[in-house]
């Protein structure tokens, strides 16, 4: 099953403090992370993407196209790339999403490719 990891940097002020990390471990080098994914062919894409404030925001309203520059959503956590992860069921999904660093300072969300 496919799995879109949408990699969020966390509001600031809500950041882990660096001791909590060091604590736990620390979290491992994106390459590194990046290295292991590839070599278990559990990654099939990914990539980091320019911040929001250089986001297009396109809708259609009555026929017309509105078209904003910037982050139109009002959140603090920011989306800072992507990765498409092939994984045997949400448990798997999970455990691999635990190992990106940014789990460790920021977030990860799991969402599974719809199916039909």
Known sequence: ???LFLICTEAPGNEP???SLEAAGGPMDVDDW???MDGRGARLSGNR????TDATTVRVRNGDV?????P???TKEQIAGFDIIEAENLDEAIEIASKHPMAWGGM????PFWVE
């Open 1 to 3: 099953m496919k799995y």
């Open 49 to 52: 993407v320019r911040p929001g």
């Open 17 to 19: 403090a660096t001791e």
């Open 34 to 36: 990046v290295t292991e």
């Open 66 to 70: 509105v078209v904003l520059d910037g």
């Open 108 to 111: 990860v969300d799991v969402r």
């Open 72 to 74: 139109y959503a009002e």
